[in-house]
């Protein structure tokens, strides 16, 4: 769809905006939709979601320039992140620890279901109708959504919240802004600097970099000294495994991403396929990507272990990566098929093994802001994965260009080229071969940076220790992976200036001291940072918020 969408516009250069608007507010606002589920319940805020998924979509279709088209996008975004949010938090309300992988597992399959043939319909519908009704045809899914959630999600979770004015003014609006322009100026800066080709001096390269500076510095403040609801929890950056597991988050999605984006695009250009065929090869990425989530969530549920699944599945993304880049234009169809199932298998073990592992490390109480963290690190791979792959791309098929396209309108042609990835296919043989052999070096360096994140990422979990997993034969009675009720005693810590007081469940770990290590941090941030109006994470407060990670009733085993 992307080179029919640009090619209508004329801005094929800007055409990574219209993936980076949407994974730019995916980063943004989906730690807000785990606060809207405490205040609209679950259906109000898996609602809100679907208001805002269907509208972005309907303005797509109807878009009249790049623009409003990037802006539509963005809208679509701030809905796709909450009703990934909202549906976690449903299944969370309903099953165990240990149960959960298989469950998310499940739920993989049917997202991949999605990933895998919305792709080639889209292309199919993009060369039958235009690519405007490859969004229309999405409306009557919302639809049909909204309908079957107000039939059956009417399930009432247990707490008591204070009045919505009151809760809503504990989100973290100021931090999710300044996180949101701090990205936003740093894509405006690799999109001026590298698609744009502007020199370092230009105003738009210099102003772009020093906001994006100086958005992150308050970004930071904002977190650690003023934020009720802090969407980072600060002290979490202080521990092993949250940090390795969020730098690995950050890495897989940089290299999924990366990849995903800029395949269909390989056949299109070097190999000169129709959008609808070059949409196919990434079906067997979803389904790979579905099996091995399923896979991952079966296996842990079985044995109440992640290491070595981890271990033995979790470079397969790398021989992926690799793999993706060997393709040549003569490829044989097993290779130009196949060569991206093993970065779909893997990513979907990694990301599932990674989840479970975060969250067996962490205490009870810091269950949801732990959540919270690992996705907010995955959020920003997947904007940084789209961004400094476009900025990689577009600067080499630049210098690839004009080392192959000489003469006096050889600047004109070059800026065509750049603009228009349909054009290749028409251009005469002598321009076609340069145009096609520059886009094959612009795409190959995109494949070996995914494959340099994959294998760093790799390096970066083998620290990471196993675990046994709650309902596992070692430690069946416990009802979390951190401690027993038995073993687990809370500690009061009341603000010398209020009444209010933050509890912290403080657990021995039969395996390690991690978890009370863990604890000692969270208690000792909180004293050093002591306001009677902040508190460390957005589901345990202390207006009796029902908390999306406890277990109402009886978990589904």
């Not at 999600?153 to 989100?171: M, P």
């Not at 476009?390 to 003469?407: H, N, V, W, Y």
């Not at 675990?467 to 069946?476: D, T």
Request: hydrophobic content about 45%; aromatic content about 10%; some cysteine.
């Amino acid at each position: 769809m992307l080179p029919s969408i640009s090619s209508e516009f004329n801005k094929s250069n800007q055409a990574s905006w219209l993936g980076t608007s949407y994974l730019l507010a995916t980063c943004t606002f989906t730690p807000l939709y785990g606060r809207l589920s405490n205040v609209l319940g679950r259906r109000g805020a898996n609602h809100t979601a679907l208001l805002f998924a269907g509208l972005g979509v309907l303005l797509c279709g109807l878009s009249k320039n790049m623009e409003t088209l990037i802006l539509a996008r963005f809208l679509s975004g701030i809905g796709g992140g909450g009703l990934m949010t909202t549906s976690s938090i449903i299944v969370s309300d309903m099953y165990s620890l240990r149960s959960r992988g298989l469950t998310q597992g499940v739920q993989s399959v049917f997202g991949g279901l999605g990933m895998g043939f919305g792709g080639p319909l889209g292309g199919l519908i993009t060369d039958w109708l235009g690519w405007r009704w490859a969004f229309l045809i999405q409306l009557p899914v919302f639809a049909l959504s909204y309908v079957l959630t107000s039939m059956n999600l009417d399930y009432v979770t247990e707490g008591k919240g204070k009045s919505t004015k009151d809760i809503l003014k504990r989100i973290d609006y100021g931090g999710s802004a300044t996180l949101m322009m701090a990205v936003g100026s740093c894509l405006v800066f690799l999109s001026a600097k590298y698609n744009e080709g502007l020199e370092w001096t230009h105003p738009s390269v210099m102003i772009s970099a020093v906001l994006a500076g100086v958005f992150f510095v308050l970004f930071v403040v904002i977190e650690i000294y003023v934020a009720p609801e802090p969407v980072l929890a600060p002290y979490l950056l202080k521990q092993k495994i949250p940090v390795l597991v969020g730098i690995s988050n950050f890495l897989v999605a940089t290299c999924n991403f990366s990849i995903m984006y800029f395949l269909p695009m390989w056949f299109q250009t070097v190999v000169i396929q129709r959008a609808s065929i070059a949409g196919l090869h990434l079906l067997p990425n979803s389904i790979s990507m579905s099996t091995g989530s399923l896979f991952a969530g079966w296996i842990m549920h079985v044995t109440g272990r992640y290491k070595m699944i981890n271990l033995i599945f979790g470079i397969l993304p790398f021989v992926g990566a690799v793999l993706t880049y060997r393709l040549e234009e003569d490829s044989g169809w097993f290779l130009s098929w196949f060569s991206i199932v093993p970065s779909g298998f893997g990513n979907a073990v990694v990301l599932q093994t990674m989840l479970i592992a975060l969250l067996v490390h962490l205490p009870e109480s810091s269950m949801a802001v732990g959540t919270g963290f690992g996705q907010l690190f995955r959020g920003i791979g997947q904007v940084g994965g789209v961004a400094v792959s476009s900025a990689l791309f577009q600067s080499r098929l630049d210098a690839e260009l004009r080392k192959r396209i000489t003469g006096p309108d050889a600047s004109d042609i070059i800026t065509r080229i750049r603009q228009n990835a349909r054009l290749v296919a028409t251009l005469p043989p002598d321009l076609k071969a340069a145009a096609q052999e520059s886009y094959k070096q612009g795409l190959k360096s995109v494949f070996l940076f995914a494959a340099c994140m994959t294998l760093l990422a790799y390096l970066v979990r083998l620290p990471i220790p196993d675990k046994q997993l709650e309902n596992s034969p070692k430690h069946g009675h416990r009802t979390h992976g951190v401690t027993s009720p038995s073993e687990s005693v809370t500690v009061a810590i009341v603000s010398p200036s209020s009444s209010s007081m933050v509890s912290l469940n403080v657990g021995v770990n039969r395996e390690g001291d991690e978890d009370e290590e863990f604890d000692d941090d969270e208690e000792q941030f909180l004293i050093k940072n002591r306001n009677p109006k902040r508190r460390v994470s957005t589901y345990d407060t202390e207006d009796e918020v029902a908390d999306p990670d406890a277990n109402y009733g009886t978990p589904h085993a």
